[in-house]
């Protein structure tokens, strides 16, 4: 598996945050989930020839359900006018059945309190905050999450731990 989702040093933006991502990552298709287009992903799509999915819709679950995998998702503003439930279940879905690689950029400031989702629900779901953004007294995180990265192989998951060594990778139960 290529490098994992990870943002240059050099970038300082939120939009040179992701050119980033997508340039190491280079994803031939593409799925965008958010509730405001997003123009500089589909520059990106069209110079790269990527084929890209766009969701805008308040409630994305009906749409993604018609769609199939894609090589990376990326959701901005649209958490933050989800509920924590129906958000829960959106990054569920995407994480486990639609794609391995995900990009969630979150305003916690543009979500009204009752809706806020704090650093350990996104740590629970398999995400992993990369970047925190602030400006103008703005703050926006970006998290990620990529399959290859998310079960690390075990030091003690190995035929030396085993009570019966010559059994290992031969039985499954």
């Avoid at 989930?33 to 766009?54: E, F, G």
């Avoid at 704090?118 to 998290?143: C, H, I, K, P, T």
Wanted: charged share 20%; with cysteine.
């Amino acid at each position: 598996m290529s490098e994992a989702i990870a943002p240059t040093e050099h970038a300082v933006t939120p939009q040179q945050t992701l050119a980033a991502i997508l340039d190491s990552q280079k994803p031939s298709s593409l799925l965008v989930i958010s509730l405001n287009p997003v123009a500089q992903l589909q520059d990106w799509a069209n110079q790269h020839h990527c084929t890209l999915h766009r969701i805008h819709d308040a409630d994305p679950l009906p749409a993604l359900a018609q769609l199939q995998r894609v090589d990376m998702a990326i959701v901005a503003d649209q958490l933050e006018y989800m509920t924590r439930e129906a958000g829960a279940e959106l990054v569920g879905l995407l994480r486990n059945l639609h794609t391995e690689r995900l990009v969630l950029l979150y305003q916690s400031g543009l979500a009204p309190e009752r809706l806020r989702w704090n650093r350990n629900q996104f740590l629970a779901m398999g995400l992993r905050r990369d970047v925190q953004f602030q400006q103008d007294g703005r703050e926006m995180s970006l998290y990620s999450y990529e399959l290859s990265r998310y079960n690390f192989s075990r030091a003690w998951n190995n035929s030396r731990f085993w009570a019966n060594p010559e059994n290992w990778g031969k039985y499954w139960w």
